[in-house]
Nanobody
């Protein structure tokens, strides 16, 4: 049974930091491109960061320099370190795995709220 479980979300003040985790099971984690996405109320889900099987990373301009994605293949876990958080970063954050034969798995999401 495939599972992706996000954790680490919460309420943080502007300028603060959070570290999200995505613990996985049920698939060969090391063969999957891992990504973080977010969806704010009334908006489409958008890409936040990806990390390839070879640890190549990608970030859109909106988070570049503030967010860092990483992975631990031994622990089958992906991480998203978020620094200098802004109110516009408020959203539900989702973890996604993209693997062989275009198999895609999603987590259930974790809420991140940036507010004073």
């Amino acid at each position: 049974q495939v599972q992706l479980v996000e954790s680490g979300g919460g309420l943080v003040q502007p300028g603060g930091s959070l570290r999200l985790s995505c613990a996985t099971s049920g698939f060969i984690f090391s063969r999957y491109i891992m990504g973080w996405y977010r969806q704010a109320p009334g908006k489409q889900r958008e890409l936040v960061a990806t990390i390839s099987t070879g640890d190549t990373t990608y970030y859109p301009d909106s988070v570049k320099g503030r967010f860092t994605i990483s992975r631990d293949n031994a622990r089958k876990t992906a991480f998203l370190q978020m620094n200098s958080l802004k109110p516009e970063d408020t959203a539900v954050y989702y973890c996604r795995g993209l693997g062989p034969a275009s198999s895609i798995y999603w987590g259930q999401g974790t809420q991140v709220t940036v507010s004073s």
